[in-house]
């Protein structure tokens, strides 16, 4: 695993992580099955665009990211209580290789964390299955792998409601698909901007 430096978020984050797939993302890429994801070319033209324009897309942020985003903070001191142990915030964690990145809500030393905060209607259906949402299980596996981890803890936090607390094991088998599936991405990026380039000059 390799570290970027800076804040998530900063002008550093963001050129780091540019035109590579990022676990946020990596639902476009696997589904919770493990099944190669009917969103694949299109996160992958987008990360082609990123490459060719030097800059992200615009992006729409509703108001329950941007409420998830302030609650973030009171929600990692809820688990660092909870769980008794010091949690590192850091940026950019990418693969030795660089082909593909997370960026964790925080990491433990011998773990990491997964920290949602979502619309209430949201978190007691989180609560009633009392399990790891299905939507969220590329991105807790992607985080294993690329942060060397063998388990993360997954946090759905409302200030008013218990909070759902859960950790999750490393999956081999998904995580090995996953890397096969990043690997066909990678190299569908490197074809299609080389293609684009030579095509325009």
Known sequence: MRRVEGEQYSEQWWQARLGIPTASCFKDIITSQGKKASAFDRYANTLVAERLMGHPPESFESEWMKRGTELEPQAREFYQFARDVDVEEVGLCLLDSGRAGASPDGLTPDGGLEIKCPAPHTHVEYLTKGKLPAAYVPQVQGQM?????DRWDFLSFHPEMPPLLITVDRDE?????LSTLIDEMHDRIEQAVESIQRNAA
């Open 173 to 177: 088998k998904f995580i090995s698909t």
């Open 145 to 149: 792998w690329i942060c060397e981890r």
